[in-house]
Structure formats: structure tokens, C-alpha cells
């Protein structure tokens, strides 16, 4: 995931697709607390996704 981020951000400058990608992952495990938990610490702005 922090590859994607860094591809989707960085590389292709494209932070929109990027938030649309990350919030349908994390609404699709939001019940999986150790997965929020590891990917807050991975992956940039994770705890800010809405």
C-alpha cells in the first residue's frame, strides 16, 4: 500500500485517485482493527481518511 501511495503521489501526481483508492480499502476492513492499526503506521495519512 505505501508502494501504491508513493506511485499514485509521487510518481503520476494523482493525490485525488490516490484518497479514492485508500478510503474504499479502508472502508472495506474498517472492522479489522490490527489491519488499521498496521496501516496507520505504514501508509501516510492513513488516520486522516474519511
Known amino acids: 500500500m505505501k508502494k ?3 506511485v499514485l503521489v509521487d510518481v ?3 493525490a ?3 484518497r479514492d483508492f485508500a478510503i474504499k ?3 472495506e476492513n474498517i472492522k479489522r482493527p ?3 492499526e498496521e496501516f496507520a503506521k505504514a501508509v501516510p ?3 486522516e481518511l474519511k
Open 4 to 6: 501504491v501511495h508513493h
Open 12 to 14: 503520476l501526481h494523482d
Open 16 to 18: 485525488p485517485r490516490w
Open 25 to 27: 480499502i479502508k472502508r
Open 34 to 36: 490490527a489491519f488499521q
Open 45 to 47: 495519512g492513513w488516520q
